[in-house]
C-alpha cells in the first residue's frame, strides 16, 4: 500500500491536495493501491472528497480510524434534523434558516446549527448554561451521528473534547489549557483502543507518529509512506517506528531565497529531515521538477540518497482525448491565472502588467482563480479599483472544476516568487492554452517551450510580459499556433508518462 501523507483535503485546496488527488486517482488507474492520509478532524470530509472524484476507499483519516468509522455504507447515513436531539416538550423552538433557539421560558437553553447547503441536518449544537455561558458543543459527522463533544469553562475557554464511535462509545479524550495568546492548546490525549488499552500522548504530531504505526502494522507487506504537507507530515514520518519505506516529497522549494536554492538557509521543515540524521531514516526524495532534483544533488552531496524528479501535475486520460478548441472560439483577449491568491503569487504584479494590456487593447479581460487571505483579496480589489480595471479584472473565487473556465481564455499567464511546480500551468497546456510566466524557481522552465507554447519572461520583468501577451493577441496565427503546441506538448504530464516516473519508486 502506498500512503500520501497531508492534514486535511478542505473544499478550497492548495496544490498539495491536488497534487495528492490526480496521483491516488492515477494510482487507482494502474491498478496499484493508495490512500491519501489525512490528519485533522473533520466530520464533512466524506461529503467533500465526492467533488473531486476521490471515494472513501481513496482516503484514510485519523480520527475516523480511531473512531472506527473508516468505512459506512452511504445506505447507513442518516439525516439528523432537530427532531432526533428530543427535546422535552416544554422547550420552545425559534426557527431559523442557519440557526434554531431552543428556550426554556425566557432562557436560552440551546442554539441548535444547520449543515450548509442542507435543509435543517445537524451540524452542532450549542448548549448553554444559567448564566448563559456556552458550556458545551455537541459535534455531529454528516453521516450521521453525534462524533464529538466539547466543554468549556465559565471563561468560555475549551478545557476537554470526547469524541465518540457511530455506535456511542467514548475512544478518545483530548484536554485543553491556555497557550501564551488564551488560545487553547492540546496538552494530553487520552485514546482507548478496540481492546480497551489505554495510550496517552502530549501532542496530536505524537498521536499522528503512532497512528501511521497503526497503518503500517495493517498489512504483512512493505508499505510506502510518502510525506506531502511537510510541516505535518515530515515529523511524524521521520518518527515512525515500524519498518516501511519512507520517502520525502518537495511540494515547496526546500530553501528560503528564491533565487538561491544552493546556499540559503534550509526552509524550517525540511531542516531536519536534510540532516545526516534525517536522511539515514529515509528511502528517498521526490521533487517535482528536473531542476530541483539538481540543486538538491549538489547541496546534499550524498550521491547515495536516491532523489527522483516525478511531476506533481496529470493530465487525466479523459482530458487528453478531448477535441483541441480553436481560439477563435473563445473568448477573445480573455486571461486567466489559478492559483493561490497569495504574496508568493505577485498577483499584483499580474495584475499591472495587465494594466499595460489592457491600455492598448480595451476589450482584453483578466479572470483571477484562487483563494487567498482576505486581506490580500481586499488588497488586490482595490488595485483594481485604482487602475480603473473593475470591469476587466474579475476575482470569482475559488472552485473545483475549472474545465470550462480553462477552455474559455486564450492565454495563461503566472508572475509566482516561487513554487516547486506549478499544476495549474500543466492543466492550461492540457487544454491549449499558451503560457506567458516569469522564469522563477521551479517549472516554468521545464513547462514553457519559449517561443513555441508561451513566453518565458524574464523575472520580474512587467514590461516584457505584458508585451508578450500583446504579440499573441494580436497576431491570430499565432495565438492558435501557440494553442496547438500547448495542446502537443502537454503530453510530457500525461497519465502514462508520469506513471512511467513513477517506477522509480513502484517497483
Known amino acids: 500500500m502506498y500512503y500520501f501523507l497531508n492534514q486535511y483535503i478542505f473544499e478550497r485546496n492548495s496544490g498539495v491536495e491536488h497534487a495528492e488527488i490526480k496521483r491516488v486517482q492515477l494510482f487507482d488507474a494502474k491498478g496499484v493501491p493508495a490512500k491519501i492520509v489525512t490528519r485533522d478532524f473533520d466530520r464533512s470530509q466524506h461529503r467533500t472528497i465526492k467533488q473531486f472524484g476521490l471515494t472513501d476507499d481513496d482516503l484514510v483519516n485519523m480520527f475516523d480510524y480511531f473512531q472506527n468509522a473508516e468505512h459506512i455504507d452511504e445506505s447507513d447515513y442518516k439525516t439528523l434534523h432537530i427532531q432526533d436531539l428530543h427535546l422535552p416538550v416544554d422547550y420552545q423552538i425559534e426557527p431559523g434558516a442557519n440557526v434554531s433557539h431552543v428556550r426554556s421560558g425566557d432562557h436560552l437553553v440551546e442554539d441548535v446549527w444547520f449543515t450548509p447547503g442542507t435543509i435543517g441536518q445537524l451540524y452542532y449544537v450549542n448548549f448553554f448554561d444559567a448564566s448563559g455561558n456556552l458550556s458545551q458543543t455537541d459535534l455531529y459527522d454528516w453521516r450521521g451521528f453525534k462524533s464529538a463533544e466539547q466543554l468549556y469553562g465559565q471563561d ?41 488499552v489505554e495510550h496517552y500522548f502530549t501532542n496530536v504530531e505524537d498521536l499522528f507518529t ?28 521521520l518518527a515512525m517506528t515500524t519498518k516501511a519505506r519512507k520517502y520525502i516529497f518537495f511540494p515547496i522549494a526546500h530553501a528560503t531565497e528564491p533565487e538561491d536554492q544552493l546556499n540559503a538557509p534550509l526552509d524550517g521543515y525540511y531542516q531536519v529531515p536534510l540532516s545526516m540524521q534525517g536522511l539515514a531514516k529515509l528511502d528517498g526524495l521526490i521533487t517535482m521538477t528536473n531542476r530541483q532534483r539538481g540543486d538538491l544533488e549538489m547541496r546534499l552531496k550524498q550521491p547515495q540518497m536516491p532523489i527522483m524528479a516525478i511531476s506533481g501535475g496529470v493530465i487525466p486520460a479523459e482530458q487528453a482525448a478531448k477535441a483541441p478548441i480553436m481560439m477563435a472560439k473563445r473568448t477573445s483577449h480573455k486571461l486567466l491565472f489559478v492559483g493561490r491568491l497569495g504574496s508568493e503569487k505577485r498577483v499584483d504584479q499580474l495584475i499591472r502588467a495587465f494594466n499595460l494590456v489592457h491600455n492598448g487593447m480595451p476589450d482584453a479581460t483578466l479572470e483571477l482563480r484562487g483563494y487567498g487571505p482576505s486581506e490580500t483579496i481586499d488588497e488586490l480589489n482595490a488595485l ?70 508561451g513566453f518565458l519572461i524574464e523575472n520580474g520583468n512587467m514590461f516584457s510580459m505584458a508585451n508578450s501577451i500583446i ?34 519508486i513502484v517497483q
Open 156 to 196: 468560555g475557554q475549551l478545557m476537554a473534547e470526547n469524541l465518540y464511535t457511530p455506535t456511542g462509545k467514548r475512544v478518545m479524550e483530548r484536554y485543553y489549557v491556555k497557550d501564551t495568546q488564551g488560545n487553547p492548546l492540546n496538552t494530553l490525549i487520552r485514546l482507548i483502543t478496540d481492546q480497551d
Open 210 to 237: 503512532f497512528f501511521l504505526d497503526k497503518l503500517n502494522q495493517q498489512t504483512e507487506e512493505t508499505n510506502t509512506f510518502i510525506a506531502d504537507r511537510p510541516g505535518v507530515a515530515n515529523q511524524p514520518l
Open 384 to 453: 483594481i479599483k485604482e487602475l480603473n480595471l473593475t470591469d476587466a479584472v474579475s476575482i470569482p473565487g475559488y472552485t473545483a472544476d475549472l474545465n470550462d473556465i480553462y477552455d474559455s481564455a486564450q492565454v495563461f499567464v503566472i508572475a509566482s516568487r516561487i513554487d516547486a511546480q506549478p499544476l495549474a500551468m500543466i492543466e492550461a497546456l492540457s487544454h491549449g492554452l499558451p503560457i506567458v510566466s516569469y522564469d522563477f524557481n521551479y517549472g516554468p522552465n521545464e513547462i514553457i517551450e519559449d517561443g513555441e507554447n
Open 471 to 504: 504579440e499573441l493577441f494580436k497576431d491570430p496565427n499565432k495565438l492558435q499556433k501557440f494553442s496547438e503546441q500547448a495542446y502537443s506538448s502537454s503530453s510530457r504530464f500525461s497519465e502514462d508518462t508520469v506513471w512511467q516516473q513513477w517506477q522509480q
